[in-house]
């Protein structure tokens, strides 16, 4: 690379990170209510109460929440698993630390309390859509409640025989309309299916789930979270600017007719065209070699 080209990324480079926001330092990061572990351009989020099986808490909900928010800032991390600890994935909202200061809350007529709750709640879907970085889920075990949704707002989903997720929602008394699974899930697995699993609340298991698209893959026990890491490593040393791109349109074209998400992905692939990756891929295939992509 000439001297001028290298001055003129670093420029770029600069003037991108005075838009940057002061928030998690990814280099540095230091979760307290779960595991974080990054290897090369993959990081692992690990939900870390076995004992329990691993069930979320107001504080791990809303960590959760910021870190995925600000991954959109970390460009060194390229794709993320979320996976638990202890043999299972998640039991959902923790019956002491959340159900029961929620009922406390509806005691008290604190209306505005619980829809501070459910929004916030959604708002860590939300920044799981938004950050640019694909993600998988390693699932074992218990996938119920809230650790279901987790799975389902994951890009794509790796899971075992033995593993059980259900949309537990309606056996507490509340709608199954909770986190986007409404939306979500019947994108994923077909509306009937997902009105079957948020109507009733029972579980399926691996191989229904893979068969019914909840499940890209069944894996052993064992091996769940080392086949979503290497797919996420191989994702990872992909065109990753060209997946982001990918996984927005999937997203902003749910809501979209065929003619508006067919203009949608004309912008976005001319978008990507300008990319260096896309003229690494080109060299690449004259010099009959393999693209070593940078994800710019």
Same mark, same amino acid.
């Given at each position: 690379?000439?001297?001028?080209?290298?001055?003129?990324?670093?420029?770029?480079?600069?003037?991108?990170?005075?838009?940057?926001?002061?928030?998690?330092?990814?280099?540095?990061?230091?979760?307290?209510?779960?595991?974080?572990?990054?290897?090369?351009?993959?990081?692992?989020?690990?939900?870390?109460?076995?004992?329990?099986?691993?069930?979320?808490?107001?504080?791990?909900?809303?960590?959760?929440?910021?870190?995925?928010?600000?991954?959109?800032?970390?460009?060194?991390?390229?794709?993320?698993?979320?996976?638990?600890?202890?043999?299972?994935?998640?039991?959902? &909202?923790?019956?002491?630390?959340?159900?029961?200061?929620?009922?406390?809350?509806?005691?008290? &007529?604190?209306?505005?309390?619980?829809?501070?709750?459910?929004?916030?709640?959604?708002?860590?879907?939300?920044?799981?859509?938004?950050?640019?970085?694909?993600?998988?889920? $390693?699932?074992?075990?218990?996938?119920?409640?809230?650790?279901?949704?987790?799975?389902?707002?994951?890009?794509?989903?790796?899971?075992?025989?033995?593993?059980?997720?259900?949309?537990?929602?309606?056996?507490?008394?509340?709608?199954?309309?909770?986190?986007?699974?409404?939306?979500?899930?019947?994108?994923?697995?077909?509306?009937?299916?997902?009105?079957?699993?948020?109507?009733?609340?029972?579980?399926?298991?691996?191989?229904?789930?893979?068969?019914?698209?909840?499940?890209?893959?069944?894996?052993?026990?064992?091996?769940?979270?080392?086949?979503?890491?290497?797919?996420?490593?191989?994702?990872?040393?992909?065109?990753?600017?060209?997946?982001?791109?990918?996984?927005?349109?999937?997203?902003?074209?749910?809501?979209?007719?065929?003619?508006?998400?067919?203009?949608?992905?004309?912008?976005?692939?001319?978008?990507?065209?300008?990319?260096?990756?896309?003229?690494?891929?080109?060299?690449?295939?004259? $010099?009959?070699?393999?693209?070593?992509?940078?994800?710019?």
């Amino acid at each position: 690379m000439s001297d001028v080209a290298t001055a003129r990324n670093a420029q770029v480079t600069d003037t991108a990170a005075r838009f940057r926001p002061t928030r998690v330092d990814f280099e540095h990061f230091e979760p307290r209510h779960f595991l974080w572990q990054v290897e090369g351009a993959v990081a692992t989020v690990t939900l870390n109460r076995p004992e329990r099986k691993n069930p979320l808490t107001l504080e791990s909900y809303s960590e959760l929440r910021d870190m995925f928010r600000d991954l959109t800032y970390a460009q060194s991390i390229k794709t993320v698993v979320i996976t638990g600890a202890g043999g299972n994935f998640c039991s959902g &909202g923790d019956v002491h630390d959340i159900i029961g200061p929620l009922v406390e809350m509806q005691r008290n &007529g604190d209306m505005a309390g619980l829809l501070a709750f459910t929004r916030m709640t959604g708002d860590l879907v939300k920044a799981m859509r938004a950050c640019p970085q694909l993600i998988i889920a $390693a699932i074992d075990g218990v996938c119920a409640g809230a650790g279901a949704i987790l799975a389902m707002a994951s890009d794509m989903r790796y899971g075992t025989q033995r593993s059980k997720v259900a949309f537990l929602f309606v056996r507490v008394g509340l709608a199954g309309a909770d986190m986007g699974a409404c939306n979500i899930l019947p994108r994923i697995i077909g509306a009937g299916r997902a009105a079957e699993l948020l109507y009733t609340g029972r579980s399926m298991d691996g191989a229904e789930a893979e068969r019914w698209g909840f499940y890209n893959k069944l894996c052993e026990p064992d091996d769940v979270l080392a086949q979503a890491q290497a797919l996420a490593k191989s994702l990872a040393e992909g065109p990753t600017f060209g997946h982001a791109m990918t996984k927005r349109c999937i997203h902003q074209e749910w809501s979209m007719g065929i003619d508006d998400s067919i203009e949608a992905e004309a912008q976005a692939q001319a978008i990507c065209m300008q990319t260096k990756d896309y003229e690494r891929a080109y060299e690449a295939f004259v $010099a009959k070699t393999r693209p070593v992509f940078e994800g710019n």
